[in-house]
């Protein structure tokens, strides 16, 4: 199942950041942002988001509907990401509430979910960053950081596991607006 568009990038500020804008100006639900590299990369409150070459860094512009709970969207979507990884690489990642998936103890991912309110929710837009084939953090981060690259040996198709992830949320966010409105 493919029906959400891509834009690639080589590099992007935020992934959010131009999918947001994108929203605003009235771009489709599904509407995917994929950067190579961000260079301004951030997740809850604020803080900065390593973005090293070789990850997958993707936005998503949700559909209008009554999901309106953050918490429940990237908790969806971090399902996502730890089912896509533990099928394609027979790893078991676990999903840390609410918007992190860990590997072995270490962060491999992170969600950040936006609206964009004016009186109502007039956008959402999901931000994901999955360390795939980064081969090494700088910084300290090693301790904190992880990627199926590092995990596995394994060299990941960005393209095909981008594609998995935003299929599976479509499905799951078909589902749960449907039983919404029921």
Known sequence: MKNFNIIELEEAGSTNVEAKRLAAEG????????????TGGYGKGGASWASPEGG?????ILPPGDIADLQIVTILAA??????????FAVEPMIKLPNDVYLNG??????????????????????????TN????GGGMEKI???????????????VLLGQIVSQMMNIFKKLTVKIQN
């Open 27 to 38: 771009a489709a639900a599904w509407t995917v942002v994929w950067a190579r590299r961000q």
């Open 56 to 60: 997958l860094y993707f936005s998503v």
């Open 79 to 88: 399902f996502c990401v730890a089912d896509a990884v533990k099928e394609n």
């Open 106 to 131: 270490k962060k491999l991912c992170g969600i950040l979910t936006e609206n964009a309110v004016c009186g109502e929710v007039k956008s959402s837009v999901i931000g994901i960053g999955v360390n």
């Open 145 to 159: 950081a992880t990627s199926v690259k590092i995990e596995t040996g394994r060299e990941v198709d960005n393209r």
């Open 134 to 137: 980064v081969e090494s953090f």
